[in-house]
């Protein structure tokens, strides 16, 4: 079992930035990613980054290149995502995920583990 708690969310202006963390622990000894979805209302949820546990690969929504950047901490077991330039479009909830199945995996099928999810608003 792994459990993941996101933190970090919260109500900034559009142009300001925001920065999520994800806190793993149990069983992290298999992750091979953390990843990062988002879900506006009425919306499926999107993949927005993902980061490999072991050499740090990283790949991004087209939706949030340049302007997010995911990192980790393996001896906190942490991911974190930095959010600059953030406009309205980005609102929503923040999920982070672990995923066991591939380095970048970039589909919630490839996720077994899923945090409580954090949200961020962005206002105009």
């Known amino acids: 079992q792994v459990q993941l708690v996101a933190s970090g969310g919260g109500l900034v202006q559009a142009g300001g930035s925001l920065r999520l963390s994800c806190a793993a622990s149990g069983r992290t000894s298999s992750t091979s990613a953390m990843g990062w979805f988002r879900q506006a209302p009425g919306k499926a949820r999107e993949f927005v980054a993902v980061i490999s546990w072991n050499g740090g690969n990283t790949y991004y929504a087209d939706s949030v290149k340049g302007r997010f950047t995911i990192s980790s901490d393996n001896a906190k077991n942490t991911v974190y995502l930095q959010m600059n330039s953030l406009k309205p479009e980005d609102t929503a909830v923040y999920f982070c995920?672990?995923?066991?199945?591939?380095?970048?995996?970039?589909?919630?099928?490839?996720?077994?583990?899923w945090g409580q999810g954090t949200q961020v608003t962005v206002s105009s």
């Open positions: 995920a672990e995923s066991r199945t591939s380095e970048v995996p970039r589909y919630s099928y490839q996720y077994g583990y």
